[in-house]
């Protein structure tokens, strides 16, 4: 369950940001994919990464969810500094991050999916719990999947919601959605807006990566610009 934010849109300013990237840096072989970005990422704000194919949107996306490792540069999480070292270690920390195309386990129902993570980390499941937890969540975001169905033949929206209902039920703070909304029809990119500002309502931060722009000027609060692996502006 997310806990209500007490802080209003607005009143964010004078706390730590959530999430506060200083002078990242990375290199691929010849490629330098980010140099020295900074940005802050604040409780219940979508804050939206704007900029070309091969900018560096997705290699700073990894490095937050702990699959690269910077090679300078300071990750800081509310006002802490962090090393995320793996995906599982960016889970515990409250980050969570959903693609255009979801990872989601075919053969296993919905409810099976939300709570995948949770055996990872070895709680004990009980059945009737985790279909009531699975269909609370889904119920408080709205959305209407029955939670015995497999995933296998979801559309790409419901397997998102999934994600979505995957990363609440795992806290979420930083909700990290790098091209969401490539392969949705209007009607379900306005389906995952609504989501999206009810988890910032909530007090999520959400980091949306996009290269669509009237898309990001609809639902982003703050936009920072990358080019060719530098922070342009925000
Ligand atoms: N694992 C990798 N190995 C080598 N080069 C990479 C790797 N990941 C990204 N790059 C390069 O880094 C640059 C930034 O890529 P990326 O972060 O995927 O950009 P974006 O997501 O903005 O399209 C590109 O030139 C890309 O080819
Ligand atoms: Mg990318």
Do not use: C
Request: net charge negative; glycine share 6%; hydrophobic share 45%.
């Amino acid at each position: 369950m997310i806990e209500p934010h007490e802080l209003a849109d607005g009143a964010t300013a004078d706390v730590a940001p959530v999430l506060e990237i200083r002078g990242v840096a990375k290199r691929f072989d010849a490629t330098q994919a980010l140099e020295d970005v900074s940005l802050a990422l604040h409780a219940g704000e979508i804050h939206a990464l704007l900029g070309e194919n091969g900018a560096g949107k997705s290699t700073l996306i990894k490095i937050i969810t702990g699959v690269h490792q910077p090679d300078r540069g300071e990750i800081l999480l509310a006002g802490r500094p962090v090393a995320i070292r793996s995906a599982a270690e960016a889970q515990r920390l409250g980050v969570a991050a959903i693609y255009q195309e979801p990872l989601l386990f075919p053969d296993l129902n919905v409810a099976e999916n939300i709570f995948i993570s949770h055996q990872d980390r070895g709680a004990v499941v009980g059945w009737r719990e985790m279909y009531d937890d699975a269909e609370r969540i889904l119920a408080e975001l709205g959305v209407a999947l029955d939670v015995r169905n497999p995933a296998r033949g979801l559309t790409l929206a419901a397997q998102q919601s999934v994600e979505i209902a995957k990363a609440i039920s795992l806290n979420v703070r930083i909700l990290i959605m790098d091209e969401p909304t490539a392969s949705l029809s209007a009607h379900e990119v306005q389906e995952l807006f609504k989501l999206a500002r009810d988890l910032k309502r909530q007090g999520v931060a959400i980091l949306f990566v996009s290269h669509r722009m009237e898309e990001v000027f609809e639902i982003a609060d703050k936009v920072t610009v990358f080019r060719d692996g530098r922070l342009i502006s925000t």
